[in-house]
T-cell receptor, first 113, second 113 residues
Framework: DAGITQSPRHKVTETGTPVTLRCHQTENHRYMYWYRQDPGHGLRLIHY???????DKGEVSDGYSVSRSKTEDFLLTLESATSSQTSVYFCAISATSGSYEQYFGPGTRLTVT | GNSVTQMEGPVTLSEEAFLTINCTYTATGYPSLFWYVQYPGEGLQLLLKATKADDKGSNKGFEATYRKETTSFHLEKGSVQVSDSAVYFCALTLNNAGNMLTFGGGTRLMVKP
């Protein structure tokens, strides 16, 4: 299994509070991604990173920001959480060679009350 | 743009039945194709892959053949088990900058004993 961990695994927070989710990899892969998974929507890309300090927006980036100060860590921040951001968040990583598949972390279940 | 279409679920089968989950794609270029599986409460795991036309990916008794002429990558298994109950996602990447994955909506499989 690819070495990807996410923290926390579960979080309940109140509307309007800031939240940061962490993704940590031990594979030294260049690319990292944040997705959200919601019933009826499958997986949707929030942001991704193609190197240290290099990030770009995905399909559903509004209300989210990311940072990557080290190869191994990719942080997702909700500046002011809203109930619509209640979801399961997955981190993924991908190498720059081979068949380019992505490997996923175990997920973080976030509930915004 | 790129897109992946999967048959809608849920698919309900009895143990030892034959499984087919249809997947078709639209892509500009020559994608690599993947099937991911998500067991309850877990992240996505890569099940199998194919990187060029006529390649057959296989793993754990599952198979899928990359058919360029029909732009399809149907997932099959000859005899399903209760433990195969999960959500299956078809996906593609164009192996370009970012290794971006385009996912289908997922198909839930339920296998009854």
């Amino acid at each position: 299994d690819a070495g990807i961990t996410q923290s926390p695994r579960h979080k309940v927070t109140e509307t309007g509070t800031p939240v940061t989710l962490r993704c940590h990899q031990t594979e030294n892969h260049r690319y990292m991604y944040w997705y959200r998974q919601d019933p009826g929507h499958g997986l949707r890309l929030i942001h991704y990173s193609y190197g240290v300090k290099d990030t770009d927006k995905g399909e559903v980036s509004d209300g989210y920001s990311v940072s990557r100060s080290k190869t191994e860590d990719f942080l997702l921040t909700l500046e002011s959480a809203t109930s619509s951001q209640t979801s399961v968040y997955f981190c993924a990583i991908s190498a720059t060679s081979g068949s380019y598949e992505q490997y996923f972390g175990p997920g973080t279940r976030l509930t915004v009350t | 743009g790129n897109s992946v279409t999967q048959m809608e679920g849920p698919v309900t089968l009895s143990e030892e039945a034959f499984l087919t989950i249809n997947c078709t794609y639209t892509a500009t270029g020559y994608p690599s194709l993947f099937w991911y599986v998500q067991y309850p409460g877990e992240g996505l795991q890569l099940l199998l892959k194919a990187t060029k036309a006529d390649d057959k990916g296989s793993n754990k008794g599952f198979e899928a053949t990359y058919r360029k002429e029909t732009t399809s990558f149907h997932l099959e298994k000859g005899s399903v088990q209760v433990s195969d109950s999960a959500v299956y996602f078809c996906a593609l990447t164009l192996n370009n900058a970012g290794n971006m994955l385009t996912f289908g909506g997922g198909t839930r499989l339920m296998v009854k004993p």
